[in-house]
């Protein structure tokens, strides 16, 4: 472990490095504060720029967008009562309330502490978990793999909001989509009607840039016109001022670190859910709880701090078993496969260096995110206040070269706006894009290992299906699948009865 | 229930592609569709559960509203994005990155001339910097200008 360590932060003394994690703090806190630009977007967006870089740069860009965008959600919670991002929903609560009781400074301060240090927490959970949870893998088989692609996608369809049904339809048509191109073992040729861009499938950049891009150029476009708020102002005191009142809040911190990093972990669940639980929790250990929802400093540094908590947290089950936990993570994992990288072991023991050194990377860029955040906060105010007129056509020219650049090919741009059409068609139809996402990524993974599975049973599906509940680790994880859909009924009943009543 | 019409619509969509797709897995050999066959019809299952429940459901059927905006939208987006990339073929990259800022910008309803070629001329060098100068991506193949 301590070798690894010393390997990942030999990465992190290239002054590239540094300046790639700069350039994705500075970049996500953009995105975070522009509302309806998700980080998902940001790191779709981001792919194809660091295709070219070493791939621990490169991941080391992601993950600071992943990080700041996060956090950056705050800004405009707190400033405007805007939340930039879904994660920031619990902290305009008492953010923007603080805020117009002329404390701004302190509750952006307060805010950016106490992400980094939420996000400091999971990575260090990240650090010690990973390389643990990753050697489990080494006992993996191919039923294993398999029935772990298909309990991704099951927990992500399942707990998707709305009907389950869609959740599930969604996920089942990443998988199909993903059949496109060669099959793996044989080789012979499935749904590419002899166009040659389909040959080796669809281009998984292509395909997250439009599920992601094009629905939010869409919305952007539709609802046109720039956000016209008056922000709060700041006051004048400097915001490292309020360092010390962080810490008079140690057992909120901890807490609110701990449940949003056990959110990450937990597929499906989220940053906004993290940011409500700790935010809950908080209020009812307070000594002055009738203050919450008026403009209390511990409401904003539970939230904060537990929506920034759920970063590392979701990456252990990525970069451990390929498991993404959120539509970010999903697209992250697009982001690791494009650089040949596969989840699990190997990805800790051989490409220590790449892994290493990404994880200490988010580091730096939890680090980063006070100063940087900090100083940049007013500036924010002023970005968000971009028409979208001007907005969407760089976004979506962003899009289109971004995809072009991939392999430089322009059949590349018309797969990437058939995928943005479904996109698209899963906002109207109100279907959750994740599932389909994660059945895009995870595909090729589970047709292989069920071709590989069924091989070792001479094709005989009964033996399969005896094989997945007769091995421990199989049978674990398809009690959690159907746990999973169990879970997804439960809540779909709740939400009808609340949809009734 | 706002959602009734659709979900009918929906099931009644992914029903006809389940249908299509299996159709033509079910055509390939087998060792090599079996997975896509298991997917359509698996697909088909969910969508005509979901049309079962959302026929038995009751109440008012008031849905796609708000939706003409987003149908002009998209129309906006995908003509101008098929446009591009069928002129990046012959025109140079340049010229037609300016030109689809400044149509789009102008489209959406940017009207200040002055402002829409600094953005213009700023993000097509920008992005010209990035990805052809700075990521050494080879350049579309336009060459008539």
Known sequence: MTDQLLIGLSALADPIMIGAIVIGVLGGILIGVLPGLTSTLGVALLIPVTFSMPPQVGLAMLGGIYVASTYSGAITAILLNIPGTPAAVATLLDGYPMSKNGQSTRALALATFGSSIGGLVSVAALLFLGPLLARLSLYFGPPEYFILAIFGITVIASLSAGAMEKGLIAGAAGLLISTVGYHPLTGSM???????????????????????????????????????????????????????????????????????????????????????????????SSRSPEKFGKGSAEGVIASETSNSAVTGGSLVPLMTLGIPGNPVTAVMLGGLMIHGLQPGAELFTTNAKVSFGFILSLVISNLLLVPIGLLFAKYCVKVIEVPSAILAPVILLLSIIGTYSIRGSVDDIFVMLALGAIGFACKVFAAPRAPLVLGLVLGTLAESELERSLALVQGDVAAFAWQLVSRPISLVIVCLCVIALYQGIVQHRRHSRVLDS | MRTLHRDIVLSVLVLLVSVTAGWVAFHYPSDSSWFPRVLTVFLGLMAMILLVRSLKTTGDVDIFDGQAAQARAAGIVFAAAILYALSIQFVSFEIVNFLFLVVMMYVLGQRNPIVIACVATVAMLLIKLLFFVLLDVSRPPGSWF
């Open chain 1, 190 to 284: 499935r749904f590419s009607f002899g166009a040659p861009a389909l040959f080796d499938g669809i281009p998984l950049v292509a395909a997250l840039i439009g599920l992601y891009s094009i629905p939010e150029v869409i919305d952007m476009i539709a609802k046109r016109g720039s956000i016209k708020h008056r922000a709060a102002k700041l006051e004048q005191r400097s915001p490292y001022s309020y360092l010390p009142e962080l810490f008079r809040h140690k057992v909120n911190l901890v807490r609110s670190s701990v449940i949003g990093t056990l959110v990450g972990i937990v597929p499906g669940v989220g940053s906004s859910v993290a940011g409500f639980i700790a935010y809950d929790a908080a209020k009812r």
